[in-house]
């Protein structure tokens, strides 16, 4: 297949680029560096550096069987501040993407959703069938491109998957997590065990969970590139798909932390500080539809494997 992979020089995007190249597929990798890094895309890919709402620019590649689109700003507290951009760059981009790839006889799509649609939610574990309630313009965005695919699913426009992602992590050498600037706590914390930064900050210790801190279900990104693979093949035969993607399983911020000290041998100054605006207390996934749809089955998502392939993957510079 030729793909069209958007936001490829990020995290989740690189990684997936990579095992659609392993299984024989040619890669367009399309990505406006706003964030990603231009040396995180695989060399075996195509790199066109630019924007995936530039039409003209997404025509001129010429037609593709699929595009997995990873292409976002993807910080909730910034979406905040600053709505308007996040449904500029994350809903009109992705309609402008979606014009100019149909145009051209597109046929699969595969969305980069998030358990940000959900919202503050009280039960837990999530499954895909829980009211929708976004509490960020971010997650918002999300719903936005959703609710838009579902409706060319509808009229035959295209086949689309959308993919919701829980708290993706771990990474490979070749593409470890980072992000500018980071906001996810793992590769945080592997920075102060590093000595990169000098502590760790923890976003409130009176939630109503077990241990006071925030539960978060955390996905390896080798199991969630898998996911997209299985997604795509799906789609051959289902014309629609709304999958979360996660575990089952919630590790809470004082787990993490001690998993991270554990696996790097190192202890640091951790401090409590006052809840983030926004941070909903837990978020965990159930995820029984997308191993009964896709036959998907995470492999690398227990917490300590996921920490220790991403402090392998934090050494490198
Ligand atoms: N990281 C997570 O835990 C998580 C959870 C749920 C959903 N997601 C979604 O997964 C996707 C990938 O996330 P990530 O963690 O790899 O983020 P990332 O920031 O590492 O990657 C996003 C990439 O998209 C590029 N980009 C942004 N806007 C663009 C545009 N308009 N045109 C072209 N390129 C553009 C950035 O330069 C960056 O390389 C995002 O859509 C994000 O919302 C991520």
């Given at each position: 297949m030729r793909v069209l992979v958007t936001g490829a020089a990020g995290f989740i995007g690189s990684t997936t680029a990579e095992l659609l190249l392993d299984g024989g597929h040619e890669v367009v990798a399309l990505d406006?560096?706003?964030?990603?890094?231009?040396?995180n895309v695989p060399v075996r890919a195509t790199f066109v550096?630019?924007?995936?709402g530039d039409v003209e620019l997404v025509r001129s590649l010429g037609s593709?069987?699929?595009?997995?689109?990873?292409?976002?700003?993807?910080?909730?507290?910034?979406?905040?501040?600053?709505?308007?951009?996040?449904?500029?760059?994350?809903?009109a981009s992705t309609f402008r993407l979606l014009e100019a790839l149909i145009a051209t006889g597109l046929e699969r799509f595969v969305f980069s959703s998030s358990c940000a649609v959900y919202g503050d939610q009280v039960e837990m574990p999530i499954d895909e069938e829980r009211a929708i309630r976004p509490h960020s313009p971010y997650g918002q965005s999300k719903r936005m491109?959703?609710?838009?695919?579902?409706?060319?699913?509808r009229q035959g426009r295209l086949k689309a998957a959308s993919l919701r992602y829980f708290n993706a992590a771990g990474g490979t050498a070749a593409h470890p997590e980072r992000h500018t600037p980071e906001i996810h706590l793992i590769p945080i914390a592997l920075d102060?065990?590093?000595?990169?930064?000098?502590?760790?900050?923890?976003?409130?210790?009176?939630y109503?969970?077990?241990?006071?801190?925030?539960?978060?279900?955390?996905?390896?990104?080798?199991?969630?590139?898998?996911?997209?693979?299985l997604a795509l093949r799906a789609l051959e035969t289902k014309p629609g798909l709304t999958l979360n993607l996660g575990t089952g399983t919630g590790s809470s911020n004082r787990q993490v932390i001690d998993t991270v000290k554990k696996v790097t041998g190192r202890e640091f100054d951790v401090q409590y500080v006052e809840r983030r605006a926004g941070d909903p207390a837990a978020a965990v996934a159930s995820n029984r539809r997308a191993k009964e749809i896709l036959n998907w089955i995470p492999t690398r998502s227990d917490l300590t494997t996921i920490v220790r392939d991403a402090w392998a993957a934090h050494q490198t510079p």
């Open positions: 406006s560096l706003v964030r990603g890094t231009r040396n550096e630019g924007d995936c593709f069987d699929a595009c997995v689109h990873f292409a976002a700003r993807i910080e909730p507290a910034d979406s905040m501040a600053y709505p308007e951009t996040f449904f500029a760059n994350n809903v491109v959703e609710e838009g695919l579902e409706w060319l699913v102060v065990a590093l000595g990169r930064r000098s502590h760790l900050e923890v976003y409130g210790s009176d109503p969970t077990p241990d006071g801190t925030c539960v978060r279900d955390y996905i390896h990104v080798s199991d969630l590139a898998e996911a997209h693979s």
